[in-house]
């Protein structure tokens, strides 16, 4: 699977929105690109996911770039709830159905009051 | 909402038991997959498994572990004789698709002690 670059981590205040980036130059007309989040002592969880178009969902929103090289996961207000660990992952929709996600180190935000 | 659920939540054992951890996935998923996260590092994959076989699984998942989806509802994780390097969180994760496309869901994890 292609590469992603994250920011180790950032920093926002609370209430105001967060443009988590991610680069992703050597990805392939066939790799959709995910974002999970792991909140402190909990397991990962789901937040967007899109291929080519942008994506909006109750939590978050998927700005992807024309030529697909970078991506920005768009948190329109940030709360302290949204301190976590945001991951960008590339996956692949030709491989065999069950290939595994593939965690980086992600970019680590902190939310302040 | 569904949920994975995961037990024990915390388990301490001795270097050299057994230890099973158990997961109930979300009752229509299909494809089933055991990660580890040791203390202030990444999470990585253990295994994945479909149609009650081993899809893949990682350089981790060595012949000390074993998984098994006994009823229709439980999936397990087996560690046959665990050393004190097991130690970590232990996150089972279901999807309805596979993980290509679709949202893998995961649980809260099972902190498991070696000592």
């Known amino acids: 699977d292609a590469k992603t670059t994250q920011p180790n981590s950032m920093e926002s205040n609370e209430e105001e929105p967060v443009h988590l980036p991610c680069n992703h130059s050597?990805?392939?007309?066939?790799?959709?690109i995910h974002w999970y989040r792991q909140l402190p002592s909990q397991g990962p969880e789901y937040v967007i996911h899109?291929?080519?178009s942008n994506v909006n969902n109750r939590m978050a929103s998927l700005a992807i770039a024309e030529d697909r090289k970078s991506s920005t996961l768009i948190l329109h207000r940030a709360t302290l709830r949204d301190a976590a660990v945001y991951y960008c992952?590339?996956?692949?929709?030709?491989?065999?159905?069950?290939?595994?996600?593939?965690f980086g180190k992600g970019t680590r935000l902190s939310v302040i009051a | 909402e569904p949920e994975v659920t995961q037990t024990p939540s915390h388990q301490v054992t001795q270097m050299g038991q057994e230890v099973i951890l158990r997961c109930v996935p979300i009752?229509?998923?299909?494809?089933f997959y055991w990660y580890r996260q040791i203390l202030g590092q990444k999470v990585e994959f253990l295994v994945s498994?479909?149609?009650?076989?081993?899809?893949?699984k990682s350089e981790i998942f060595d012949d000390q572990f074993s998984v098994e989806r006994p009823d229709g509802s439980n999936f397990t994780l087996k560690i046959r004789s665990t050393k004190l390097e097991d130690s970590a969180m232990y996150f089972c994760?279901?999807?309805?698709?596979?993980?290509?496309?679709?949202?893998?869901?995961f649980g809260e994890g099972s902190r498991l002690t070696v000592l």
């Open positions: 994760a279901s999807s309805r698709q596979g993980a290509n496309t679709g949202e893998l869901f």
């Open positions: 050597t990805i392939s007309g066939t790799d959709y």
């Open positions: 899109g291929l080519t």
């Open positions: 992952i590339l996956r692949d929709y030709r491989n065999s159905g069950n290939t595994p996600l593939v």
């Open positions: 009752s229509n998923h299909l494809y």
């Open positions: 498994f479909y149609n009650n076989e081993i899809s893949e």
